[in-house]
């Protein structure tokens, strides 16, 4: 397959497979195992920034060479356009659904995820949950799950709209495998609109499909409210 997606174990680079796997799209997958925790040499290798996820699209469409490419949302941007025509999502002839794509699509690793690595941080830190830094990364988690919560709440089912786009393949990581590094528990009643969104991601053929390519038959996704650790190396 001309097209290749390169994921590191129990990271971000599951959105890319996903993707793909929801456009029904052809693709030859490279699975990089964690050294311990961090992307190993063959990641580095790939693509100066070192991380994942990386693509190489040996005739891309669009400049007819091979092509290397790296960072999410160009990802799924570049994947949307060569090989989705279009699909999952949203342009200026959608009207208000557009708006909101365009939003929540970069606000999930702009916004979103920085915040939940915020905790993370303040957490290793130090374990005094008085302290104003941990009180202020939690503050900020929660705010920005409070928009997620009210926005599920107003449609019912995507971030978007009754369909899910690339917004919510942006956003699930966050909400789901991250947590698996930062252990942060939903509750059952502040965050029921997120704990459904995360039930009804999990329901997806595409999606657990693309669980089992990336992490194997025996990983279960944090789907529910509460998150356990991970232990490395695994």
Same mark, same amino acid.
């Given at each position: 397959? =001309? ?29 990089? $195992? %964690? +050294?311990? @925790? ?6 580095? +290798? ?10 190489? +699209?040996?005739? #891309? ?10 960072? #999410? ?13 279009? %699909?999952?999502? %949203?342009?200026? $002839? ?19 995820? =920085? ?30 799950? #409070?928009?997620?919560e009210a926005?599920? &709440? ?29 252990? @942060? ?6 965050? $029921?609109? @997120? ?5 009804r991601v ?6 657990? $499909? ?7 038959? +025996?990983?279960?996704?944090?789907? &529910? ?10």
């Amino acid at each position: 397959m =001309p097209l290749t997606i390169h994921h590191l174990g129990r990271s971000q680079s599951e959105r890319i497979v996903w993707l793909a796997e929801e456009l029904g799209i052809d693709y030859d997958f490279v699975f990089h $195992k %964690r +050294d311990p @925790i961090f992307s190993p040499q063959s990641i580095k +290798d790939l693509h100066p920034a070192g991380t994942a996820p990386v693509i190489e +699209d040996d005739s #891309s469409p669009f400049t007819k060479n091979k092509v290397v490419l790296a960072e #999410s949302g160009a990802i799924i941007d570049y994947i949307i356009a060569a090989y989705g025509e279009g %699909r999952l999502a %949203r342009t200026p $002839k959608d009207g208000d659904e557009y708006i909101h794509f365009l939003e929540w699509y970069h606000w999930a690793n702009a916004s979103l995820q =920085p915040t939940l690595f915020r905790v993370l941080i303040t957490r290793r830190l130090t374990s005094d949950p008085e302290s104003v830094h941990v009180k202020m990364g939690n503050a900020k988690l929660e705010r920005a799950l #409070s928009m997620v919560e009210a926005r599920l &709440g107003e449609t019912g089912s995507y971030l978007v709209g009754n369909d899910v786009t690339a917004a919510d393949i942006m956003a699930i990581c966050t909400l789901t495998t991250m947590r698996g590094f930062c252990p @942060i528990e939903f509750d059952e009643e502040k965050h $029921k609109n @997120i704990l459904a969104y995360l039930k009804r991601v999990g329901d997806r053929p595409a999606y657990q $499909k693309a669980m089992k390519i990336c992490e194997g038959e +025996d990983f279960v996704p944090i789907l &529910g409210a509460k998150a356990e650790q991970f232990v490395f190396p695994y």
